[in-house]
């Protein structure tokens, strides 16, 4: 985790690159100094595995997705606007930049812990299982990081960490229990 920077209004007060009129035309947040393009990364992700029940193919491609953090996200994009964002993210308020780096945290982990499961040989049904929880456990953590980006902090309610970690050990003891038993 990054660790704590100047708060933004001190940014904005002592740094003209951040008034708050630098960031139109933009899809960085005035307020929090973050930019919504990061959750690109996890919609990515995410795309992928809703294609896997349907293009096995995907898989190789699921597997070769990577986890960046705010930064590295950036410094990869062709974002226009990558180095404002990412100097921005340097000084934006911990009240929104530690809750983002949290959930991304968590969305980073279960993404890595699907690509884990999913390597190897799996039944299809397993495969088509996997990709639909894991889903269904990101698309609320993408819509919480978007909530906190957007400086909605009542709406990035906490989840538990450990929910999807448990989900995807119970599959994958029972393809294995299934396995045994065949």
């Known amino acids: 985790m990054t660790p704590p920077g100047p708060s933004p209004t001190s940014a904005v007060a002592t740094d003209?690159?951040?008034e708050p009129g630098r960031f139109d035309g933009t899809n960085i947040n005035p307020v929090t100094l973050l930019a919504t393009d990061y959750l690109n990364h996890f919609n990515e992700a995410i795309m992928l595995l809703e294609m896997l029940p349907v293009a096995p193919d995907c898989k190789e491609d699921f597997l070769a997705w990577r986890?960046?953090?705010?930064?590295?996200h950036f410094n990869a994009s062709r974002f226009k606007h990558?180095?404002?964002a990412i100097a921005a993210y340097e000084v934006a308020d911990p009240i929104y930049r530690r809750p983002l780096d949290k959930v991304a945290y968590q969305m980073v982990r279960i993404?890595?812990?699907t690509r884990d499961g999913l390597e190897g040989d799996r039944s299809h049904d397993t495969i088509r299982a996997l990709a639909e929880a894991t889903t269904h456990w990101l698309r609320p953590l993408v819509a919480r990081a978007g909530a906190i980006i957007n400086g909605d902090l009542a709406t990035a309610q906490e989840s538990s960490d450990a929910a999807p970690q448990d989900a995807i050990d119970a599959l994958f003891d029972r393809e294995v229990k299934t396995a045994l038993h065949a």
């Open 16 to 18: 003209a690159s951040f």
């Open 67 to 72: 986890p960046m953090n705010y930064c590295e």
């Open 82 to 84: 990558r180095d404002l």
């Open 111 to 113: 993404l890595s812990e």
